[in-house]
């Protein structure tokens, strides 16, 4: 059983700052993509940032220069700071997970349970 377990959630004023974490435990062969997802209330969830095993990373256009996603691959975990935060970013924030399994060749994705983020005017 793998589960993801995010933390670091909150409220903070326009401009300040928080810092995501997401660890995954379990068993499994490997960790693959990582990412962080929002949702909004009334909206689809969308993409923030992904972060590839080899640390490529990719950015959603509303929050490149603010954010910056990070992993370590030791302790299986994904991070998400964000600076300069916009009202508009509040949300849900979800981590996601491509993880392969101990046949070593099935991947699978896994979600984490979601943490409130708030950013008031």
């Known amino acids: 059983q793998v589960q993801l377990v995010e933390s670091g959630g909150g409220l903070v004023q326009a401009g300040g700052s928080l810092r995501l974490s997401c660890a995954a435990s379990g068993t499994f062969f490997s960790i693959n993509a990582m990412g962080w997802y929002r949702q909004a209330p009334g909206r689809q969830r969308e993409l923030v940032a992904t972060?590839?095993?080899?640390?490529?990373?990719n950015y959603a256009d509303s929050v490149k220069g603010r954010f910056a996603i990070s992993r370590d691959n030791a302790k299986s975990t994904v991070y998400l700071q964000m600076n300069s935060l916009k009202p508009e970013d509040t949300a849900i924030y979800y981590c996601k997970a491509l993880i392969i399994g101990t046949n070593q060749r099935s991947e699978f994705q896994y979600w984490g349970q979601g943490t409130q983020v708030t950013v008031s005017s």
């Open positions: 972060v590839t095993s080899g640390g490529s990373t």
